[in-house]
């Protein structure tokens, strides 16, 4: 029997990528978004799998039990909502932004998973987990970032904590690069996105920014390999290879 497999934020970037990969995988999959329109566009998108799509956010704890409590049950669970970032250096940040920065990340990703674990599968570590998604701005020092690195770092605090809390459950976290993702719509000029990720090139040993399926290459093996937990893994295009 497949296993069902719950995408939080499935509708586009590195979450539809996921998506597409695991139902490619034999999974059955439900992608979870806040836009009625871009979960009816995710799941036509993966046309000809076993995908079902559901319209919750993750700010919005009844609709998350409601939702979680009609799919039921479930094996993985995948949050890969972005939030809103906060960019900025410190002391320029708006910090009614980094608040709601946290509402929408990490304490959204909380309410996410309260409202999963009472539908998730206890069968063993090979068919239930949990894996987040970080960015690399948590470990990265890079001025301009404070906040982002503040919000996402609090995500990775949460993983080995929760692994030996959740136990047989495997808690696991992606924390990506700089991938190339609508994300990046919220914090530059359109006309300014191609030069700023080209700029990121040059410090990255492998030449090149992320693709939304290089994040999800590595979202699916935590999915499946039932011998990893606890573990925050950077997909980063060696970019934290500082000289």
């Not at 690399?136 to 692994?163: F, K």
């Not at 040993?205 to 390999?225: H, K, T």
Request: charged residues 15%; proline residues 5%.
């Amino acid at each position: 029997m497949a296993q069902h497999t719950v995408i939080v934020g499935g509708t586009a970037g590195i979450g539809l990528a996921t998506a597409r990969q695991l139902a490619a995988e034999g999974h059955r999959v439900t992608v979870i978004g806040r836009d009625t329109d871009r979960v009816k566009q995710a799941v036509a998108e993966i046309a000809g799998a076993d995908v079902q799509g559901r319209v919750a956010s993750t700010t919005d704890r009844a609709a998350l039990d409601e939702v979680f409590a009609e799919i039921a049950p479930f094996n993985h669970l995948v949050i890969t909502a972005p939030g809103t970032g906060a960019p900025g250096t410190l002391a320029d940040l708006d910090l009614a932004a980094l608040d709601e920065a946290f509402h929408t990340k990490f304490t959204g990703l909380a309410h996410t998973i309260q409202s999963a674990l009472a539908h998730l599968s206890k069968q063993g570590s090979m068919q239930c987990s949990i894996t987040l998604v970080s960015a690399a701005s948590a470990q990265s020092a890079l001025p301009g970032t404070a906040g982002l690195a503040a919000v996402n770092g609090a995500v990775e605090t949460l993983v080995p904590t929760l692994a030996l809390e959740l136990a047989p459950i495997r808690v696991n976290c992606v924390s990506p690069g700089v991938v190339d993702t609508d994300w990046w719509d919220r914090v530059v000029p359109a006309e300014q996105r191609a030069a700023v990720l080209e700029s990121f090139v040059a410090g990255t040993p492998v030449g090149r920014v992320g693709r939304p399926e290089d994040i999800a290459d590595v979202l699916s093996l935590l999915v499946r390999n039932g011998f990893v937990t606890g573990a925050v893994i950077p997909v980063d295009g060696g970019a934290r290879l500082k000289p």
